[in-house]
């Protein structure tokens, strides 16, 4: 049977890691015997250039016949002057609400022979894999908004159905895990966070009772994160909170080319994408680091197409990779032996293959 993956590379460095992440779906479908459809379609920057709309209706449709979206990245210096309600981000965001993706799954496990790209010390990186499961359209981001020229306001809510569903989704993955989430809150000041407390100990021992459940604040929980990280499996937290723990939980892996991501929504469609952005100053260059898109493929078929061993596949193929002492420029450290976009990506597709 075919499976369809909506392909978007959207702007900058987008296209160069999208493509191999193709070029590696491609060598999958070939050792396993798959037909994966991979239409392609414009978002962002690449959207409003040729359509005047960051997320154009033949995308949405695309989209929405898909089993799966991957993306590469939105945005650049080009449409920075373009209005707020139709820049390349914009694109993103309505499509999200499309997918009704509202769960956003960060991974962190630092490959050991990377460790000297990290600015914190490899004897703390021993054994660190972390889940971050960020909450993804509720919160300070979405609420009421209200600005005079001396005073400004944001509106953060949180509903029980809108905890529920994440907690959930964090239960889930520890289960195939090791077993313990960390709950991330600001319970000793938010009425929001004590919400958000109550509902986690009224569910995870309800509907998780054999996951291991801890709490932090998130002040605590940003210090342990350097501190101890190999202590983590999954965490969950809300929309700020996780936007800023993962920016700082993605340090530990040293690049944000090798981080992959999932959005999720109660079904199975998921979005998938790197955790960076276009880097517009080595986008063209050759010089982008595809393993956090062609990762990000890898939890695509695992967790939207149930391929577990193709994906497994693919994370393999990039440990090979990396074993053998491939590096594009960001993980590369003095002496490495540097290639490009396209040759890390011919690299990962032939070890599938091999
Ligand atoms: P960025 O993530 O694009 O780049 C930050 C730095 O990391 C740059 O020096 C870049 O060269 C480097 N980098 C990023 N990805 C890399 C890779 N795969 N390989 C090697 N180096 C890599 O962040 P930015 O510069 O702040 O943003 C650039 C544009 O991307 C902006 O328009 C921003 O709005 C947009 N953005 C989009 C997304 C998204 O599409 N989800 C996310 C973040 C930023």
Redesign the pocket.
């Known amino acids: 049977m075919q499976s369809t993956i909506a392909i978007l590379p959207?702007d900058?460095?987008?296209a160069e890691?999208t493509r191999e992440a193709v070029k590696v779906l491609r060598a999958v479908e070939q050792k396993f015997g798959h037909d994966f459809a991979l239409p392609e379609a414009l978002i962002?920057g690449a959207g409003l250039d040729a359509e005047n709309d960051p997320f154009p209706q033949q995308t949405a449709d695309i989209c929405a016949d898909a089993a799966a979206v991957l993306?590469g990245?939105?945005?650049?210096?080009k449409w920075d002057s373009v209005p707020t309600e139709s820049r390349?981000?914009k694109g993103?965001l309505r499509l999200r609400a499309a997918l009704g993706v509202f769960a956003n799954l960060r991974p962190v496990a630092p490959h050991p022979i990377l460790s000297g790209a990290s600015p914190i010390r490899a004897d703390l990186l021993q054994g660190v894999d972390i889940m971050v499961v960020r909450e993804l359209t509720g919160g300070i981001y979405f609420g009421k908004k209200e600005r005079t020229a001396d005073s400004a306001t944001d509106v953060c809510t949180y509903t029980r159905p809108e905890i529920e569903r994440v907690l959930r989704i964090a239960g889930k993955l520890a289960q195939g895990r090791k077993n313990k989430v960390t709950s991330v809150d600001k319970s000793n000041v938010l009425e929001t966070s004590r919400l958000w407390r109550e509902v986690t100990e009224e569910l995870m021992p309800r509907e998780f009772a054999s996951v291991e459940l801890e709490h932090l604040l998130v002040d605590a929980a940003a210090m342990h994160l350097l501190s101890r990280p190999a202590d983590f499996d999954v965490i969950v937290t809300e929309n700020m909170f996780g936007d800023i723990l993962t920016d700082e939980a993605s340090m530990l892996a040293g690049?944000?080319?090798m981080l992959p991501s999932a959005s999720l929504n109660e079904g199975s469609v998921g979005l998938y994408?790197?955790i960076?952005?276009?880097?517009?100053?080595?986008a063209g260059q050759d010089?982008?680091?595809?393993c956090?898109t062609i990762l990000s493929a890898a939890m695509l078929l695992r967790l939207s197409l149930g391929l577990e061993d193709e994906s497994a596949a693919i994370e393999a193929a990039v440990n090979t990779v990396l074993s053998n002492g491939l590096r594009?420029?960001?993980i590369a450290a003095k002496g490495d032996q540097v290639v490009g976009t396209a040759a890390m990506g011919d690299a990962i597709a032939a070890a599938i293959t091999a």
């Open positions: 959207g900058g460095i987008g890691v962002g993306l990245a939105v945005g650049g210096p390349p981000e993103l690049s944000m080319g994408e790197p960076h952005g276009s880097a517009p100053d080595i010089k982008a680091n595809p956090a594009t420029g960001d």
